[in-house]
DNA sequence: GTTGAAATTAGTACGAA
DNA sequence: TTCGTACTAATTTCAAC
């Protein structure tokens, strides 16, 4: 259930086209925007702020779900009140040729929201939430260091979240998120050797479908 | 609008208390569990699946949403479809005492998704969302570079998510995700040396409120 | 793509268990 | 507290424009 399609986020983005399905436009995009403040508006008001017609905002309410550019609607949950107030970034290290058993044993882990696979150092980065710092030594220890795949891992604790969008649209802020190459001011007072970018480790191209 | 509360994340977890505010027994974690995986579901209809009238679903729902236990409601977009292709997390090291000019510039970004500081070699992790890797390049040399505050960053790709879970509960699984101390096998064929845990770097303790 | 009216459903209030 | 019912208000659907 919590399995998320495939996002195709390691290959070549193409700036300007908008997946397979429909083709968006400002309308549709104003309508992400106000459900992803609001997810429980009714369709009504939404056709209300968004300036078109109930019919209307009908019709792209159930084409934005059908096409899947909506995936589904959920409820932001405080987890400090929830009795979930500890955060945890464990970046996992995952023996070559093991994802398939990876992505298994991580499903059977209630504990994990949020699971990628990385370029960098290390392969995977989950982030967990528990109730204490205890229960994370031991999900680490115990749970994560029997899986065979799992050749190392590293943990880190989130000690405050600045920021969470509920969803990062284009053109928030009128900005275009695209490269703007123009590139006004070449490189002048910027410390660009303190900027690393890490590609993959290994062969870790062929990687990202499970071996 | 996006700044979100701070969770206490680093302090001690309690685990059997359950914040300040109302006492959440099974029924409201039930509600949440319905809630966050259809986040627009009638009350009525939520009633019928907790097994509770209508009116006292009407009420626990509004006490939870009074409570704070539920933030918000959010619609889950479809990034790609939207045509923000690209994610990638850029690990920063922040400049002591400089948080709170980091954090007012993070606000003027809108494709950050998500901002955590957290312990370990870098202070602070953030995910953006853009539609092509050069925006990702322009983003980290020409806006973060610019930034005072940061004082070097690292990003990586994220190739796939594998997994995102709405929020996580407690009791997801039956599983009690406090520490069950008991440890079974005291740790036999584990290779612990592999595990990590990174605590905070310098003196950053005090460092969790703006400076 | 829009407007307006009918049918359905949601939200509220209140008394009883 | 929780439930059940009746009442009111709103939303969704469907038709014609």
Redesign the interface.
């Given at each position: 259930?919590?399995?998320?399609?495939?996002?195709?986020?390691?290959?070549?983005?193409?700036?300007?086209?908008?997946?397979i399905?429909l083709e968006?436009d400002h309308i549709h995009?104003k309508i992400?925007e106000v459900?992803?403040?609001?997810?429980?508006i009714s369709v009504a008001a939404l056709a209300e702020r968004v300036g078109i017609s109930r019919a209307n905002a009908y019709t792209r309410f159930e084409a934005l779900r059908a096409?899947?550019?909506?995936?589904?609607?959920?409820?932001?949950?405080?987890?400090?009140?929830?009795?979930?107030?500890?955060?945890a970034?464990i970046f996992v290290t995952v023996r070559q040729q093991m994802w398939k058993q990876f992505?298994a044993e991580?499903?059977?882990m209630?504990?994990?929201?949020?699971?990628?696979?990385?370029?960098?150092?290390h392969d995977?980065?989950?982030q967990?939430?528990?109730?204490?710092?205890?229960?994370v030594?031991?999900m680490?220890?115990?749970r994560?260091?029997?899986i065979p795949a799992v050749?190392?891992?590293?943990?880190?604790?989130?000690?405050?979240?600045?920021?969470?969008?509920?969803?990062?649209?284009?053109g928030?802020?009128d900005?275009p998120?695209?490269?703007?190459?123009p590139?006004p001011e070449p490189?002048g007072?910027?410390?660009?050797g303190?900027?690393?970018?890490?590609?993959?480790a290994e062969g870790r191209a062929a990687?990202?479908k499970d071996t």
């Open positions: 259930m919590s399995e998320i399609s495939r996002n195709g986020t390691g290959g070549g983005g193409q700036p300007g086209r908008i997946g399905g968006l995009l992400l459900l992803r403040e609001n997810g429980r096409d899947g550019a909506i995936k589904r609607f959920t409820a932001e949950i405080d987890h400090v009140r929830a009795g979930l107030g500890i955060t970034l992505r991580l499903a059977r209630p504990e994990v929201e949020y699971c990628a696979i990385t370029t960098g150092q995977a980065m989950i967990v939430r528990v109730a204490d710092v205890a229960a030594h031991s680490v220890t115990e994560l260091a029997h050749k190392a891992t590293e943990t880190v604790f989130i000690l405050d979240e600045v920021l969470k969008r509920p969803y990062v649209l284009p928030d802020g900005r998120r695209t490269s703007r190459r590139a490189q007072d910027v410390p660009l303190k900027m690393r970018f890490v590609g993959a990687l990202r």
